[in-house]
């Protein structure tokens, strides 16, 4: 059965602080992974991964996939109150639906 | 342009009971996807459209069914409600589905706000 595990469930950390997430999977026919930030309602897209070894980088946040390890990390730098949200990562395979983490829960503190 | 618009927002049924859902796409968009999230199992897909077609379904019992129009607009019913079924559901869209990168696409699903339904 697919499976996507993220850790940690929650955090909380200083405004200035460098966050990383973690997401590991187990996907057949894997294609490609995502990254959803989940403030209130509606998830919002962030990067999709499909070659390991190259970071994608949106100001400061980046993200990196391990296929190798069935692995993947989102890093977020220098964190803001805006960032505190609930990150979710998700793994798509060769038909039509993601497999979702239960996601990481994170407060930027002032 | 607009983006994924579901309703109702919210919605209050009592167990027995039927509920409808709607999501119009993206203008465009051709794939529909629905997802169930609650605090205790995540986001959990329930099936994709595409022109009309069902291509995918997650694992949900049959009172979970839903289609998709010839406009793309998609709706999803479950039947028969139980105490259980308490959770946000989400649609999404993309252009074509099955996180093909196009020129066009980069693959990503676009999410709308979701249906909070509650069963009493």
């Not at chain 2, 709607?22 to 959990?44: A, D, E, K, M, N």
Request: charge should be positive; proline fraction near 3%.
């Amino acid at each position: 059965e697919d499976k996507v595990v993220q850790s940690p469930l929650s955090l909380v950390v200083h405004e200035g602080d460098t966050v990383t997430l973690n997401c590991s999977y187990e996907v057949t026919n894997f294609r490609s992974l995502l990254w959803y930030k989940q403030e209130k309602k509606a998830p919002t897209f962030l990067f999709m991964l499909t070659s390991s070894g190259i970071e994608k980088k949106s100001g400061r946040l980046s993200s990196i996939l391990d296929k190798k390890e069935l692995f993947s990390i989102l890093n977020i730098t220098a964190t803001q109150t805006g960032d505190s949200a609930v990150y979710l990562c998700a793994g798509g395979d060769s038909g039509y639906a993601l497999n979702f983490g239960k996601g990481t829960s994170l407060l930027v503190t002032p | 342009k607009a983006g994924v618009t579901q309703t109702p927002r919210y919605l209050i049924k009592t167990r027995g009971q039927q509920v409808t859902l709607s999501c119009s796409p993206i203008s465009g968009h051709r794939s529909v996807s629905w997802y169930q999230q609650t605090p205790g199992q995540g986001l959990q897909f329930l099936f994709e459209y595409f022109s009309e077609t069902q291509r995918n379904k997650g694992n949900f019992p049959g009172r979970f069914s839903g289609r998709q129009f010839s406009n793309s607009r998609s709706e999803m019913n479950v039947s028969t409600l139980e105490l259980g079924d308490s959770a946000l559901y989400l649609c999404a869209s993309s252009l074509r589905g099955g996180l093909e990168i196009t020129k066009m696409n980069t693959g990503e699903l676009f999410f709308g706000e979701g249906s909070r339904l509650t069963v009493l």
